[in-house]
């Protein structure tokens, strides 16, 4: 059993607005640098995706904001506007109920909006580092008053190659600042940054092997590139997941295998940084509201996101290294529940194969199974076994917020966009032969 916050000497405003929505206990990563971020020392934690980080630094900062100063006194900076948005909305859940102000600032957003908006003198700002910038040069933001700074997800920022910006915002902020790292690997790069910004800094380590993984049952499928999409529709079928999502490594990558999903009657849609701010809240909105049942992305979704009933995630395209493995699985098994993660290589692919399961330091289960349907053929045209008499129902924990079944009720219940082509999708053609008949008869759709 956890710590409870309340021994954390959390305050009590704070305590019960978590009670509230159900948080009690800290986890780890929290019950480690909540009392060192409080201290006011600078800090490394390093901890994986998905084990509390969000509020092992928002809950410390909230308690020293000084409701009544009209000036920003936190900036908490992340690489991608999925993860801004997601810590936005938990600052805004927590800090509106104690009087703490707090902004989103990130690309795609209306610039004229943002400048009202700050125009109301919020207390913490959450941004990418590309719109923060852009601020700081038309002079419609201060951060100078900001004595508290988080970087978010600071190695995957860094390579994103975000160094300069990074420093740039740091130069803005106030020079007694507490600075705080937040990542799951802690390259050169951040401790080389760390010399430069930060003042004995405290290192915190979560070990990852009991946080994340654990809960994640890890298969290595064995395929060949002509093949793969009969293998990802034969095992959509058999597991019938309650949430999927399935991780290319390119764009057009992406858009290919959520086409050749849609062709076959399966509702997934696409995520990737080509779609607008508005096109890509939609889509998460839609897959959370579990009226997608797969998510077709790119690794921009494997950071920050947290996403409740993400029951199986598939690794169409090996990761090249284990941090990007780690980042993409983590999707799923979050928070104690249990989840399955399906990686497909080929015998060319075998090296990533190793890095990955020294980077774990684990031996990953390879598993060949042998299809008893053929692979596209639709659930409803075959004889359903015990287990396809039910879609995929979401874990305990999910049970009290969300249906019983899924809004997608199940696999294979078809979207508008592919009943055009669902009989050209039954026939055993090759992967590049059905993309090709499905692009003459499907129309592009509105995203």
């Known amino acids: 059993m956890g710590i409870k916050f309340a021994e954390l000497k959390v305050s009590e405003t704070l305590c019960?607005?978590?009670?509230?929505?159900?948080?009690?206990?800290?986890?780890?990563?929290?019950?480690?640098?909540?009392?060192?971020?409080r201290s006011g020392k600078d800090v490394i934690v390093q901890a994986q995706t998905g084990t509390g980080k969000t509020l092992a630094f928002l809950l410390p900062i909230m308690e020293k904001i000084k409701i009544n100063a009209p000036a920003v006194q936190a900036l908490i900076v992340t690489p991608t506007r999925e993860l801004t948005i997601q810590i936005a909305k938990v600052a805004a859940k927590i800090g509106d109920e104690a009087g703490i102000k707090s902004l989103a600032i990130y690309g795609g957003q209306d610039v004229d909006r943002q400048i009202q908006k700050l125009g109301r003198n919020p207390h913490i700002i959450i941004g990418t580092p590309g719109r923060l910038l852009d601020h700081l040069r038309r002079k419609t933001i201060d951060l100078s008053t900001a004595n508290k700074v988080v970087l978010d997800e600071a190695d995957e920022m860094l390579h994103m190659g975000?160094?300069?910006?990074?420093?740039?915002?740091?130069?803005a902020t106030a020079r007694d600042r507490q600075t705080m790292f937040f990542s799951a690997t802690i390259p050169d790069r951040i401790k080389g940054l760390s010399h430069h910004y930060m003042t004995n800094p405290v290192s915190i380590?979560?070990?990852?092997?009991?946080?994340?993984?654990?809960?994640?049952?890890?298969?290595?499928?064995?395929?060949?590139?002509?093949?793969?999409?009969?293998?990802?529709?034969?095992?959509?079928?058999?597991?019938?997941?309650?949430?999927a999502m399935v991780f290319c490594h390119t764009k057009k990558r992406v858009a290919d295998v959520a086409m050749a999903l849609a062709g076959r009657g399966y509702l997934a849609d696409e995520l990737h940084g080509d779609l607008s701010q508005s096109q890509r809240t939609l889509v998460l909105k839609r897959f959370r509201d579990a009226k997608l049942q797969i998510l077709v992305a790119t690794d921009i979704a494997a950071r920050g996101l947290d996403i409740e009933g993400v029951t199986h995630v598939f690794n169409y395209d090996v990761p090249h290294d284990a941090e990007a493995y780690i980042h993409r699985i983590g999707r799923t098994g979050r928070a104690g529940e249990k989840?399955?993660?399906?990686?497909?290589?080929?015998?060319?692919?075998?090296?990533?194969?190793?890095?990955?399961e020294k980077g774990i330091q684990s031996r990953l289960q390879k598993q060949k199974l042998e299809r008893r349907e053929k692979p596209g053929k639709e659930i409803s045209q075959r004889k359903p076994s015990e287990a396809a008499k039910k879609p995929g129902k979401?874990?305990?924990?999910?049970?009290?917020?969300?249906?019983?079944?899924?809004?997608?009720?199940?696999?294979?219940?078809?979207?508008?966009?592919s009943k055009a082509v669902v009989g050209k999708a039954n026939n055993p053609t090759s992967f590049k032969g059905k993309l090709g008949a499905k692009k003459k008869t499907v129309k592009r759709r509105i995203r």
């Open 339 to 356: 989840g399955t993660a399906i990686t497909f290589v080929n015998a060319r692919q075998h090296e990533y194969l190793r890095m990955i």
């Open 205 to 243: 380590e979560i070990k990852a092997e009991h946080v994340t993984l654990d809960e994640i049952n890890q298969i290595i499928v064995n395929t060949e590139e002509d093949t793969k999409i009969d293998k990802l529709c034969g095992f959509i079928n058999e597991y019938q997941p309650y949430l």
């Open 394 to 417: 979401p874990s305990k924990k999910y049970a009290a917020n969300k249906p019983k079944t899924a809004e997608h009720g199940g696999v294979n219940h078809r979207s508008s966009r």
């Open 16 to 37: 019960d607005i978590l009670k509230k929505n159900g948080i009690v206990e800290a986890t780890p990563v929290q019950e480690e640098a909540i009392p060192v971020v």
């Open 162 to 171: 975000f160094l300069e910006e990074v420093e740039g915002l740091l130069r």
